[in-house]
């Protein structure tokens, strides 16, 4: 693509597909021979991108408002700052077999929005459907039968905010997102603006996805077809115990998930967040048994939400096991990713003075 910067750090969000012409997205990520609002600009752009790396992370700086802050982590202890703040962790599944089968792991997520639609809790649930050949996209479902069909883990990046503006342009005033943790960073970042014209407090419940990384989707595509198979064919993809497999009608073609590092998202590298620990709660199937969704209940509009969707779902406590297994994970992603962030943006990561935010790569 000559005459066009590429920055690796887009994790296409589509938090600012609402300002940015849209055909400046190319595979999957925002690029702009000026370079994006997340990495060369300092303008509006700036303060909510998740990859701008603004001085404040929200309840990571030093906020005046962190005694009151449903995020502070001041009064916590180290575990709970690895998971962000959290009031309680809770393992669950669908009550109905048949969203079990249609979820990823216990179908909670699913079963949960279902249910707060039908109570009249959010009118409107933005959930990722995928294209025939596993493209994630937004998707604004309004009705139970629409959120069965974003039911299940499509491993590439989805621009969620860009369902959040189309929520809001038709109108709807009780909306849940669901999305990884960068596309939940990027709508607080957007709320902490406290711009009325955004009408971001429309967005009432955040649900964000453990996540360890997200796959560039041409490249999977090209992986699995070296494999001899054709994404179109897969009904499913599931990561389990290292393995990364995927479902076709012959059957289930596993791989150790290592194999698969050079499909991953080059902004992934760059990224410490594994439990989405700005949700309101989050969701994975870490630390939970086979079939079951961990639930990590964050704030009171989680709470609010998980109490109200109750009915749809069977819950316990998550043992101690399960949330250490879950720290785990969070801790040694911060550790693989913190060398590669810290370059990224051009500090010193022994002595964290370096005034540039990001040093452009090779190519730019
Ligand atoms: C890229 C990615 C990486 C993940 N990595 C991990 C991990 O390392 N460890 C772990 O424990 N869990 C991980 N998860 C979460 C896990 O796969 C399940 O989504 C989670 O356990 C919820 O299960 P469920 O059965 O309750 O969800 P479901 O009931 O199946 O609902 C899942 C919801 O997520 C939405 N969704 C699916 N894909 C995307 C996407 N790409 N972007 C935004 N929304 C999406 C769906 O539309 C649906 O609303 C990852 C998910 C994704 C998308
Ligand atoms: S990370 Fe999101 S806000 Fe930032 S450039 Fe990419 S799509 Fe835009
Ligand atoms: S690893 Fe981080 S940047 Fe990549 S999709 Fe997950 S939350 Fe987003």
Redesign the pocket.
């Known amino acids: 693509m000559t005459g066009v910067r590429s920055f690796p750090v887009c994790c296409y969000c589509g938090a600012c597909a609402a300002f940015i012409p849209f055909e400046k997205y190319r595979e999957e990520e925002v690029v702009f021979d000026k370079g994006c609002g997340g990495t060369a600009s300092k303008g509006f752009c700036f303060s909510f991108c998740p990859r701008s790396f603004a001085a404040c992370r929200l309840c990571e700086g030093d906020c005046p408002k962190m005694e009151v802050c449903d995020f502070s982590p001041r009064a916590s202890s180290l575990e709970r700052r690895i998971l962000g703040h959290y009031k309680e962790i809770i393992s669950a599944r669908a009550r109905e077999e048949s969203v079990r089968g ?10 949960m ?1 279902c249910e707060a639609l039908e109570k009249g809790f959010i009118d409107a649930a933005v ?3 995928r294209t025939e050949d596993w493209k ?1 996209e937004p998707f604004v479902a309004t009705t139970p039968e629409e ?1 069965l069909r ?9 621009p ?1 905010v860009l369902g959040v503006w189309e929520a809001i342009d038709r109108g709807y005033e009780n909306i849940a997102m ?3 943790g960068c ?1 939940v960073e990027a709508v607080r970042r957007l709320q902490a603006l406290h711009d009325p014209a955004l009408e971001l407090d429309r967005v009432k419940v955040l649900i964000g ?6 796959f560039r989707h041409r490249d999977l595509v090209a992986f699995l077809a070296e494999r001899g198979i054709d994404v179109k064919e897969v009904r499913r993809f599931y ?1 389990a115990k290292g393995k990364f497999t995927a479902v076709t009608k012959d059957g289930e073609y596993s791989i150790p998930a290592k194999e698969l590092e050079p499909c991953v998202r080059d902004t992934c590298k760059i990224c410490d967040d ?1 439990a989405a620990r700005l949700a309101d709660v989050s ?4 630390g939970s048994p086979d079939g079951c ?2 639930l990590i209940i964050r704030t009171k509009a989680g709470e609010e939400f998980v109490s109200v969707s109750r009915g749809a779902i069977e819950t316990e406590k998550l043992d101690d096991v399960g949330i250490k297994r879950i720290e785990r ?1 969070a801790f040694n992603k911060k550790m693989r990713n913190y060398g590669m962030m810290m370059d990224q943006m051009g500090i010193c990561s022994a002595c964290l003075t370096n005034p540039y935010f990001f040093t452009l790569q090779a190519g730019d």
């Open positions: 249609a979820g990823q792991d216990g179908g909670a997520v699913t079963a929005l959930v990722a459907v994630a959120v974003g039911a299940g883990s499509k491993y590439t990046a989805c969620s669901v999305g990884t596309s996805l453990f996540c360890t990384e997200a990561v594994f969701a994975g199937s870490s969704t961990s994970l």
